[in-house]
T-cell receptor, first 113, second 110 residues
């Protein structure tokens, strides 16, 4: 299995909702990432997990809460989001956290009403 | 934060023509990578060039890297309609953090 999967593909939520984005890879990669991408902009790094531990948090607001239950899964818990948080959320994985190629999932298109 | 610039921002060519896009970055890098993204989907890795390499080829792709100028270029030869996409360069630091350029939107018309 050489792909990163993300669910759901689309998500619409209200500002008071709690939802979660899921990401899964079975390539044995030990680093996983969350990115946020606004329309016509490049992806921006949010979080990096290395060996299931959070290693980088790019000053992301606490309404985004990442979780890595095991080496294959990465979640992003969402609570009390704002309309400006609407974006494409991309998950990626790489063999390690060195200068490795990152493999991206198809993304979750999030709309916050 | 965005690492560098890409130009042009948009490029429109006909099938069979070559497409060239450039990327500049700001800090020291371990390597530089190019990714393709089709209309708001995930990014697909195209090619990686290490900081001690100057040129690399993969199929119809040719990448150059000039570390003295902190710049890279991606050439797609004999373009096809299926090459229509946004192309991003991404520099990698020693922590493995990818810093993406602004991207070049390429449209290839039949």
């Amino acid at each position: 299995d050489t792909e990163v999967t993300q669910t759901p593909k689309h998500l619409v939520m209200g500002m008071t909702n709690k939802k979660s984005l899921k990401c899964e890879q079975h390539m044995g990669h030990r680093a996983m990432y969350w990115y946020k991408q606004k329309a016509k902009k490049p992806p921006e790094l949010m979080f990096v997990y290395s060996y299931e531990k959070l290693s980088i948090n790019e000053s992301v607001p606490s309404r985004f809460s990442p979780e890595c239950p095991n080496s294959s899964l990465l979640n992003l818990h969402l609570h009390a989001l704002q309309p400006e948080d609407s974006a494409l959320y991309l998950c990626a994985s790489s063999p390690g956290t060195g200068a490795d190629t990152q493999y991206f999932g198809p993304g979750t298109r999030l709309t916050v009403l | 934060s965005q690492q560098g610039e890409e130009d042009p921002q948009a490029l429109s060519i006909q099938e069979g023509e070559n497409a060239t896009m450039n990327c500049s970055y700001k800090t020291s890098i371990n390597n530089l990578q190019w990714y393709r993204q089709n209309s708001g989907r995930g990014l697909v890795h195209l090619i990686l060039i290490r900081s001690n390499e100057r040129e690399k080829h993969s199929g119809r792709l040719r990448v150059t890297l000039d570390t003295s100028k902190k710049s890279s270029s991606l050439l797609i030869t004999a373009s096809r309609a299926a090459d229509t996409a946004s192309y991003f360069c991404a520099s990698t630091d020693s922590w493995g953090k990818l810093q993406f350029g602004a991207g070049t939107q390429v449209v290839v018309t039949p």
